[in-house]
């Protein structure tokens, strides 16, 4: 009898064991990105008429549990100076090809890639802790896998299909890699504290397995300053559209006094030159330019006012 109670105990310690070693692989392949990972993403900063670039970089360093669900703890850190601001973690939780990130005390889908060319995906895009949220919607354009240095990776182009109150899924619209996240924002961003500290493209994102740069720059550059009009001054009334573009955009002024005096000129996120500078001759104009995707700034002036827009490039 007492044999018996030891085996059964046996069978039940081995049995605990082999869950436990399951739950934890469960867990393991469950994550978005391994401990370690980081992520370097360009920050703008507009001060005193410049634009003062610096990186903002994401470090996934380790779990923890909310509300019973095992979360990833990703490190949110801002170079301007030498020394990192230090901001809130974020936390994410990945179910199958289900990406979520806790937002106002809850978890919300973040990225879907076992979606299908076609649907439909609804992401919720924070604005203030008091208002309601901003809902986006986006159709599936494609989907292929990738080989990034030997690694199948799953890839998707979002459309915008509605911006949301606030017009944020122009800048969360574009290419989504599996492990990356999206090649222009981790998470949806606030609009209104984005035109003040902006984070602006992926530079880079390395792991264990992966070393993936999208620039020709050094990841963690943030020594240069870039001369800009004001981002949060119109003062030159102009249209332009579509936006999010692929190859090219079209300017409507709404001032006829400013035809045939008024330049236009395409920028990419680090302020460099895209296009020549051009004339804008009638009161609709085309611009076309064959550029990746990502943000890019229109800038608009004449010798009376100026005006700056951000626009979206998908392919």
């Known amino acids: 009898m007492l044999m018996a109670s030891?085996?059964?105990?046996?069978?039940?310690?081995?049995?605990?064991?082999?869950?436990?070693?399951?739950?934890?692989?469960?867990?393991?392949?469950?994550?978005?990105?391994?401990?370690?990972?980081?992520?370097?993403?360009?920050?703008?900063?507009?001060?005193?008429?410049?634009?003062?670039?610096?990186?903002?970089?994401?470090?996934?360093?380790?779990?923890?549990?909310?509300?019973?669900?095992?979360?990833?703890?990703?490190?949110?850190?801002?170079?301007?100076?030498?020394?990192?601001?230090?901001?809130?973690?974020?936390?994410?939780?990945?179910?199958?090809?289900?990406?979520?990130?806790?937002?106002?005390?809850?978890?919300?889908?973040?990225?879907?890639?076992?979606?299908?060319?076609?649907?439909?995906?609804?992401?919720?895009?924070?604005?203030?802790?008091?208002?309601?949220?901003?809902?986006?919607?986006?159709?599936?354009?494609?989907?292929?896998?990738?080989?990034?240095?030997?690694?199948?990776?799953?890839?998707?182009?979002?459309?915008?299909?509605?911006?949301?109150?606030?017009?944020?899924?122009?800048?969360?619209?574009?290419?989504?890699?599996?492990?990356?996240?999206?090649?222009?924002?981790?998470?949806p961003v606030y609009q209104l504290d984005c035109d003040n500290n902006c984070t602006e493209g992926l530079r880079c994102y390395e792991d264990a397995e992966i070393s993936q740069k999208f620039v020709d720059f050094p990841c963690d550059t943030f020594d240069y300053t870039v001369s800009y009009f004001d981002l949060n001054t119109i003062n030159l009334d102009f249209e332009i559209a579509p936006n999010p573009a692929r190859d090219h955009i079209s300017i409507a002024i709404g001032t006829a006094e400013v035809i045939g005096k008024t330049f236009m000129q395409l920028l990419d996120a680090r302020g460099s030159v895209v296009t020549p500078v051009h004339m804008i001759r009638a009161s609709k104009e085309d611009l076309y330019f064959s550029v990746s995707a990502g943000v890019y700034y229109l800038r608009v002036w004449n010798n009376e006012c100026a005006g700056v827009k951000k626009i979206a490039v998908i392919h």
């Open 6 to 187: 030891k085996y059964i105990k046996g069978i039940v310690l081995i049995a605990a064991s082999l869950i436990m070693i399951l739950n934890i692989t469960t867990a393991q392949d469950n994550k978005w990105a391994e401990e370690g990972a980081t992520w370097h993403y360009t920050q703008i900063h507009p001060v005193s008429g410049t634009l003062i670039i610096g990186y903002t970089m994401l470090e996934a360093v380790g779990d923890t549990i909310i509300h019973d669900t095992l979360a990833q703890v990703i490190r949110h850190s801002v170079y301007q100076e030498f020394e990192p601001v230090y901001r809130s973690p974020i936390y994410i939780h990945q179910e199958g090809k289900k990406v979520y990130y806790f937002l106002k005390n809850r978890f919300t889908l973040l990225y879907d890639l076992a979606a299908e060319v076609g649907d439909t995906l609804e992401i919720v895009a924070p604005i203030y802790e008091f208002q309601d949220d901003s809902i986006m919607y986006f159709r599936v354009d494609s989907v292929e896998e990738i080989s990034v240095v030997g690694n199948q990776l799953i890839r998707q182009n979002l459309y915008p299909i509605d911006k949301g109150a606030t017009e944020y899924a122009v800048q969360f619209s574009g290419w989504n890699i599996e492990k990356m996240g999206n090649q222009q924002f981790f998470l």
